[in-house]
Structure formats: C-alpha cells, structure tokens
C-alpha cells in the first residue's frame, strides 16, 4: 500500500477553505447587489440636513433593501413614466449611525405634534418646509407606496 505524503493533506485542506471563502464573498457580494436601490438618488446621513435645508418638499424612502425588494421591483415600474423620480431620496438604513432614527425624529417632528415617529424598515417620509407632515412605516407592499403618495397632499 502506498503512503499518501502529509502535504497532500494540507494542500487539500487550504484548497477546501479557499474554497468555502471565496463561495461565502461571493454570495456576500450577491446580497448586497439585491438590495441595491439604484432607480432613486441616494443621500447619505451626513449630507441629508443639507438636503433637506436646501429643498422644501421632500419625499424620502428609507430602507435597508432586505425587506423591500419585491416593493423596490414595483416602485422602480411606478417611477419609470412619472416625473416626481427626481422629487424622491432615498436613505439606506445600513449605512446609518445607531442614533439616527432619534435623530431624525426629533429634528423633523413639529414642536407642536403629540405623536413620535418611529422610523422601520421601509419607511416612506414627506417633508414640507423642514418639518415631517406625513409618513408610512411598516410597508409590506408597494400598493400602499402608490396611495400614500396620490393621497398625500403633495405639492410639487
């Protein structure tokens, strides 16, 4: 019987785990194609103040994508033969601090207003001179994407 060299166990054993890695990136790399929100311009959480300072009526989708793709598919279709797609932000909730949801509540929500806004994940926001005037949250299909925006009173 002949005796298989050591080597050849550790050669196998590095090819193996390479392997496993490079599957693992790969599907890593995957995921976060999916939920991707390219047909929206993003702004991200540093430079969202500025944006809203500079723009009185604002309408924000935020979102990590992971819950949303079957509504993002939709929304795409919805915005493609409408004018109101340069009217829209979006906002990545992966790429947000631990405090900005708070943040973002207690500067956007009126003084006067007696309720708290809880942003999840999607979340759809409109801002009229610097102040939240409506909102959805808890989205679970597109439908309620189109009648918030055609029920709102939203002056473009």
Do not use: C
Request: proline residues 2%.
């Amino acid at each position: 019987m002949k005796k298989i060299p050591i080597t050849n166990y550790f050669l196998s054993l590095i090819i193996g785990l390479i392997t496993v890695v490079l599957v693992f990136y790969i599907m890593d790399r995957y995921n976060n194609r999916l939920t991707e929100i390219n047909f929206i311009n993003e702004v991200k959480e540093a430079d969202l103040d500025y944006y809203i300072a500079e723009n009185n009526n604002v309408l924000i989708y935020m979102t990590s994508g992971k819950n949303s793709r079957t509504i993002d598919k939709e929304f795409k279709k919805y915005l493609k033969n409408r004018d109101i797609k340069e009217k829209i932000i979006y906002v990545n909730l992966n790429d947000v601090s631990a405090t900005f949801k708070d943040k973002f509540g207690k500067k956007y929500v009126p003084l006067s207003a007696s309720y708290k806004l809880y942003i999840n994940d999607p979340t759809m926001i409109f801002i009229e001179n610097g102040q939240i005037e409506y909102w959805l949250t808890d989205i679970k299909e597109f439908e309620q994407i189109k009648l918030f925006i055609e029920r709102s009173n939203i002056k473009w």
